[in-house]
């Protein structure tokens, strides 16, 4: 499948791919038996197309340029039989992008990095059918007068990305070496990601792992979902916690240690507990509790207060790219999660006090 091809699918149902598979190029090249030594960058810069010396003294000043598994700097002279490898981020595309002002909520920034707390409803960068109104859109404008956001880049800045439905916390770079040297860390899955998310059910651990291949289903390519034996798809591991218990649904943290697309999603539903309100993954149906009318009314209205996957990005941690500090960073529940969390409080509240009044 070629990428146009995986992004009209992606963006059709605002999708967004796998974070490791679509943000970044990784190359790999075995240098042959008579090559003459060469500097490093001018070798890869000889075999990769519309490659720039400066992105590739980047790439290496970022530690991102290993030979035989160890980094190198630019100035490093290939010899015969070397493995030589490359992470990017993302390769430009021929695809001219249209800064809009669009309001971000700016949780930090400095010289380097951007923390933006994307709304939900958001696509993050354009593609198939949402050409504006995006994230990318918006930090263009915002950051038109940086270098790295007047170059015609598919997706300046961007590192790792969240569901158009799925809010909270991002990190965008500022320019080129932060951009290659986060890329790295989501690459390599040192950063640190939680999330919160609202599930249906009465999730039995108090906490727990979840391994499992994801890939996309064979029944519906619009779909992902888990392969137990490992048959087919990638590598997938989440950690979950119990936070709070309201009978039929159930509020958990996770924490990725892979960032595969819908991970969150699809690993919860595996485990027979899928996000409340997610209509890709069928937790839009009443799927635990009572078949009274007014309970009926009462979920029609928690659907009402939250119209999307009941799914945050909670907090982000990683390796500031040119002070070496590691950096955390956390974020509200947004409104609408706020509020039915609030309404299946008092649902639950009220449910204890009737049953122990029947006692």
Same mark, same amino acid.
């Given at each position: &499948?070629?990428?146009?091809?995986? $992004?009209?699918?992606?963006?059709?149902?605002?999708? $967004?791919?796998? !974070?490791?598979?679509?943000?970044?190029?990784?190359?790999?090249?075995?240098?042959?038996?008579?090559? #003459?030594?060469?500097?490093?960058?001018? @070798?890869?810069?000889?075999?990769?197309?519309?490659?720039?010396?400066?992105?590739?003294?980047?790439?290496?000043?970022?530690?991102?340029?290993?030979?035989?598994?160890?980094?190198?700097?630019?100035?490093?002279?290939?010899?015969?039989?070397?493995?030589?490898?490359?992470?990017?981020?993302?390769?430009?595309?021929?695809?001219?992008?249209?800064?809009?002002?669009?309001?971000?909520?700016?949780?930090? !920034?400095?010289?380097?990095?951007?923390?933006?707390?994307?709304?939900?409803? &958001?696509? #993050?960068?354009?593609?198939?059918?949402?050409?504006?109104?995006?994230?990318?859109?918006?930090?263009?404008?915002?950051?038109?007068?940086?270098?790295?956001?007047?170059?015609?880049?598919?997706?300046?800045?961007?590192?790792?990305?969240?569901?158009?439905?799925?809010?909270?916390? &991002?990190?965008?770079?500022?320019?080129?070496?932060? &951009?290659?040297?986060?890329?790295?860390?989501? @690459?390599?899955?040192?950063?640190?990601?939680?999330?919160?998310?609202? #599930?249906?059910?009465?999730?039995?651990?108090?906490?727990?792992?979840?391994?499992?291949?994801?890939?996309?289903?064979?029944?519906?390519?619009?779909?992902?979902?888990?392969?137990?034996?490992?048959?087919?798809?990638?590598?997938?591991?989440?950690?979950?916690?119990?936070?709070?218990?309201?009978?039929?649904?159930?509020?958990?943290?996770?924490?990725?240690?892979?960032?595969?697309?819908?991970?969150?999603?699809?690993?919860?539903?595996?485990?027979?507990?899928?996000?409340?309100?997610?209509?890709?993954?069928?937790?839009?149906?009443?799927?635990?509790?009572?078949?009274?009318?007014?309970?009926?009314?009462?979920?029609?209205?928690?659907?009402?207060?939250?119209?999307?996957?009941?799914?945050?990005?909670?907090?982000?941690?990683?390796?500031?790219?040119?002070?070496?500090?590691?950096?955390?960073?956390?974020?509200?529940?947004?409104?609408? @999660?706020?509020?039915?969390?609030?309404?299946?409080?008092?649902?639950?509240?009220?449910?204890?006090?009737?049953?122990?009044?029947?006692?």
């Amino acid at each position: &499948m070629s990428e146009d091809e995986f $992004e009209n699918i992606e963006n059709e149902s605002g999708w $967004e791919p796998d !974070e490791d598979q679509e943000l970044y190029e990784h190359v790999r090249i075995v240098s042959e038996k008579g090559q #003459v030594l060469l500097r490093i960058d001018k @070798f890869l810069q000889n075999r990769l197309e519309h490659t720039s010396r400066s992105r590739l003294q980047n790439a290496a000043a970022a530690g991102n340029i290993h030979v035989n598994g160890k980094p190198v700097k630019s100035n490093y002279r290939v010899k015969p039989f070397d493995v030589v490898t490359v992470v990017f981020a993302h390769p430009p595309r021929d695809r001219e992008l249209k800064g809009e002002d669009i309001p971000l909520d700016i949780v930090y !920034e400095d010289d380097d990095v951007i923390i933006i707390n994307k709304k939900p409803g &958001m696509v #993050v960068h354009p593609g198939f059918g949402n050409y504006s109104g995006t994230l990318i859109n918006a930090v263009l404008y915002h950051f038109q007068h940086l270098p790295l956001f007047q170059q015609k880049q598919p997706r300046p800045g961007l590192v790792h990305r969240l569901d158009k439905n799925t809010s909270g916390i &991002m990190v965008l770079a500022k320019n080129e070496f932060a &951009m290659t040297h986060l890329a790295r860390q989501f @690459f390599d899955r040192t950063t640190k990601r939680r999330y919160v998310a609202l #599930v249906w059910g009465d999730v039995k651990a108090e906490e727990g792992t979840i391994t499992g291949h994801i890939d996309r289903d064979i029944r519906d390519r619009k779909l992902f979902t888990v392969y137990p034996d490992g048959s087919q798809g990638r590598h997938a591991i989440t950690h979950y916690k119990v936070l709070e218990r309201f009978g039929y649904v159930t509020l958990v943290e996770c924490r990725l240690e892979t960032g595969r697309t819908h991970q969150i999603r699809v690993h919860m539903k595996y485990l027979g507990h899928p996000l409340f309100n997610d209509d890709t993954y069928g937790g839009d149906k009443i799927l635990k509790g009572t078949t009274f009318q007014s309970y009926k009314q009462f979920i029609q209205n928690c659907f009402e207060a939250i119209p999307r996957q009941s799914l945050h990005a909670k907090s982000l941690g990683f390796i500031h790219p040119v002070t070496g500090e590691e950096k955390h960073f956390d974020s509200e529940l947004p409104d609408d @999660f706020k509020a039915v969390l609030l309404k299946w409080g008092n649902y639950f509240k009220n449910k204890i006090e009737i049953e122990q009044q029947k006692e």
